[in-house]
């Protein structure tokens, strides 16, 4: 059973086919350099680029393939953005006669760490119960994920993703876009300190849920009263390590409670921001204490959004005979929950 997957939620225009977890043919174009002189994702400009390279990627996956069904990402995700990978996958549902399968995005990160090559590498089998973490730049989520196709949310963030609020810093020391990769560099560059101590958001609240935007706030506020300290190379260094440690402090002592609260010791983590070794290193360490086990994904192209995870997911709602009822009436949730 092969299944031709797309995935435009944002700013990546991507294609795979898959076989139940082995992928056998993919493609993303990224838009990082596009959207990089803005600091951000412009929604006109990512709708634009989707739709110039929606066709090149769907049939250079097609070459070589039939499939049997075709499934797209639904949602979370920017409007303009989901409405392009929805529009083509209806497209060819209707053209080749094959059934159309939706997908939350969200789910797709879930299934990251399981996705394999085309040989069946790695080959990690499913032991559920998992403690599920989500950890991207729109979004930082608790999920008990309870068996396939079956998820509770137990924590999300309030306001500020991880990531947002690492891209956020990184713009106010004037570091370009994406800010988290250059973030890491320069902590590792001065051994992942925290000289500063910048909040760590609601770790004394007894839910599962997570808030940036109060460290956000106080970084600015820091900066625009010490600006003469923040515009040399080593003072940078420290306050990008300073506020990396503050917001994975925050989510390994956030995970340590999920743990505690759930009883769950295997986690599952996908998202972009765990493609950071020194939050990798420190998610290993938290299981090693708990006497549990933490799968990340496993190649580096399934941290980010990718068509792949979404064709695995697919694979298992096509197990299940679940399919999209009326093509014609499949439309884009940006807000989509899981």
């Known amino acids: 059973m092969k299944i031709l997957a797309i995935d435009t939620s944002c700013d990546e225009t991507a294609a795979a086919i898959v076989e139940n977890r082995k992928v056998l043919s993919n493609v993303i174009y990224s838009q990082v350099l596009l959207h990089k002189k803005w600091g951000g994702v412009v929604p006109s400009i990512a709708k634009r680029a989707h739709e110039e390279r929606i066709d090149f990627v769907v049939e250079k996956c097609l070459k ?15 409007a303009v953005a989901l409405e392009v990978g929805i529009k083509k996958a209806k497209e060819l549902s209707v053209k080749y006669n094959k059934k159309l399968i939706s997908v939350n995005h969200l789910e797709g990160h879930l299934y990251s760490p399981f996705v394999q090559n085309s040989k069946g590498k790695p080959e990690s089998k499913f032991k559920f119960p998992y403690l599920g973490l989500i950890i991207s730049g729109g979004h930082t989520e608790f999920v008990i994920f309870k068996d396939h196709l079956k998820y509770e949310v137990i924590g ?12 956020k810093a990184a713009k106010l020391l004037g570091l370009g876009y994406p800010g988290g990769p250059v973030i890491e560099r320069l902590a590792k560059e001065v051994g992942n300190i925290d000289t500063h101590n910048f909040p760590r958001p609601m770790l004394k609240s ?7 935007s109060g460290l956000k706030t106080s970084f600015y506020y820091f900066l625009k009263k010490n600006q003469s300290y923040s515009t040399g190379v080593p003072e940078i260094r420290l306050l990008a390590s300073s506020f990396q440690e503050a917001v ?30 020194r939050l990798r290193y420190l998610f290993k360490d938290l299981v090693k204490k708990q006497n549990g086990n933490v799968i990340f994904p496993y190649y580096k192209y399934l941290t980010g959004d990718n068509a792949a995870m979404i064709g695995v997911v697919a694979s298992y709602k096509a197990e299940k005979n679940i399919f999209v009822d009326d093509i014609a009436k499949l ?7 899981l």
Not at 156 to 167: I, K, P, Q, R, V
Not at 206 to 212: A, E, G, P, Y
Not at 262 to 270: D, E, Q, S
């Open 156 to 167: 999300e963030t309030l306001d500020d993703a991880a990531g947002e609020a690492l891209d």
């Open 248 to 277: 994975f402090d925050t989510l390994i002592k956030k995970t340590e409670g999920a743990i505690k609260k759930t009883g769950i010791t295997n986690l599952v983590i996908g998202g972009g921001v765990i493609t950071n070794m």
């Open 331 to 337: 439309d884009r949730i940006p807000r989509m929950s």
């Open 64 to 78: 070589k393939f039939n499939v049997d069904y075709f499934a797209v990402t639904q949602g979370p995700g920017l």
């Open 206 to 212: 007894n839910d599962l849920n997570f808030s940036f």
